[in-house]
């Protein structure tokens, strides 16, 4: 989790409400990510394979893989393993919250990402 833990590792503005509410967000966005690659590579055979099963094989060439073929429909339940993991990997950080507090959060997520829609 390198990029989590350099982004945690940064100080937080102390006088920009907006600044530290972002680098919060960042924080956990990339706990996220870390535990959604440690997810993919305990589920998926390969990265090509992750890929290919995540974006289709048109997509997967233009993120640069080369001749990346069809996987195998049987690959399909470990991508979903993948994404169930994803959601399960991070949720001891919530649980440790009150109800009142995840209720808060819910609420100030909802806001945050309310205000960025168009």
Not at 27 to 46: D, F, I, K, N, S
Not at 55 to 79: K, N
């Amino acid at each position: 989790m390198p990029l989590f833990a350099g982004r945690r590792a940064q100080p937080c503005p102390g006088d920009d409400p907006v600044g530290a509410a972002m680098q919060r967000v960042h924080v956990l966005r990339e706990h996220r990510g870390a535990c959604h690659l440690a997810a993919v590579r305990l589920c998926a055979p390969t990265a090509r394979a992750a890929m290919v099963i995540n974006l289709g094989v048109e997509q997967a060439t233009r993120y640069g893989r080369q001749g990346p073929h069809p996987v195998a429909a049987a690959l399909i339940p470990r991508r979903q393993r993948a994404e169930q993991l994803t959601d399960e990997l991070p949720a001891p950080l919530y649980a440790t919250l009150t109800d009142r507090q995840r209720a808060e959060f819910a609420e100030l997520v909802s806001a945050l990402t309310t205000s960025l829609t168009p």
